[in-house]
């Protein structure tokens, strides 16, 4: 019996979330997705100390402020890993803007033109690029501007809303990532509830929502499940378009030869009782503003993202002291 790994690789496309390339090369995925805390687990590791220094070489000799040198191996390092991702798969590489910038549309489109300029400078043509954007009003709008002005495909983040996905479909970005397991870890906390079967996981059935809406009307904007706590919810998404899984799950669906059933199709889309919502920027913020947990989320979400970028960034400036000082 093939492996429930193998048998998903049939229905969905899987993607590797995580920024360790022997993981990578170990499950083949077609796509791999990084963040700031996956960069920065990566980059305490002896194996990738040699990617830290030639960032660092890279912002010294670039120049400018402290704080610009500091931006710019930032973004060398996050390209550094997303190049030598794209060596070990076919398909693309997500790259995430600094969530810190989740409230300025302009910095963040600046910021991923920049991401996207340092992979032109590689070789690397952008539609193998996934640029990362957090799924607020300015994030999708930032998405909307990259993909009809600048041609950026962009993979919008921390999706908790049927709000978020709406916005997100209407401003026609190329892909989104609702996080299946942080919703279902909100509603574990709220309610007291220690255990919910795949089928009735508040994640799962989140997900299959925003599928479903988005094949009967068509939207062109794919969806890639994301944040999994157990492979039973990976399951239960067998037939969506993406799932980005960790290592430690895609090891337990290699060991798994249980049978696979395709339980998302465009068919079954089709005859879903759902009506077409159109959201303006008030309506999107009344409706996003409705759901506790989707506010929550993402609020916890960006604060924990940009909580890593600032390590970081510590991370850098010490060892920027030590080469300027000749350590």
């Known amino acids: 019996m093939e492996s429930a790994l193998h048998q998903l690789k049939k229905y969905t496309v899987v993607v590797a979330d995580t920024g360790d390339f022997n993981a990578i090369e170990e499950y083949k995925p077609q796509d791999a997705t990084t963040n700031p805390s996956l960069i920065l687990a990566a980059a305490k590791m002896p194996a990738y100390q040699h990617m830290m220094d030639q960032a660092i070489k890279y912002g010294i000799a670039k120049g400018g402020t402290e704080e610009e040198q500091v931006t710019n191996i930032m973004d060398k390092l996050f390209v550094g890993f997303g190049l030598e991702i794209l060596k070990k798969i076919p398909g693309r590489v997500s790259t995430e803007v600094d969530a810190r910038l989740s409230y300025d549309k302009d910095e963040m489109v600046a910021r991923a033109l920049r991401l996207i300029a340092l992979y032109e400078e590689a070789g690397i043509d952008k539609e193998r690029i996934l640029i990362k954007l957090s799924s607020t009003w300015e994030g999708i709008q930032a998405g909307k501007e990259l993909e009809e002005k600048h041609g950026v495909h962009c993979n919008m983040t921390l999706l908790f809303s049927f709000a978020q996905a709406v916005a997100c479909a209407e401003a026609k970005v190329t892909l989104i990532s609702p996080f299946v397991g942080r919703i279902l870890d909100w509603y574990k906390e709220s309610t007291g509830r220690k255990s919910y079967e795949p089928h009735e996981d508040p994640g799962v059935i989140s997900v299959t929502k925003i599928y479903n809406y988005y094949k ?39 060991q798994d030869h249980g049978t696979i059933k395709e339980l998302l199709n465009e068919k079954n889309a089709k005859d879903c009782d759902l009506d077409k919502v159109h ?26 993202f940009a909580a890593d970028a600032v390590k970081l960034e510590s991370m850098i400036k010490e060892k920027v002291l030590h080469v300027k000082n000749g350590q």
């Open 216 to 254: 009967k009307f068509g939207y062109t904007t794919v969806v890639m499940g994301a944040s999994f706590r157990n492979t039973g919810e990976v399951k239960a998404l067998a037939g969506c378009d993406l799932l980005t899984i960790s290592p430690s799950l895609l090891e337990e669906l290699s």
């Open 279 to 304: 959201l303006d920027e008030k309506a999107f913020r009344w409706e996003h503003n409705e759901d506790r947990m989707a506010v929550e989320k993402l609020s916890d979400g960006i604060r924990k």
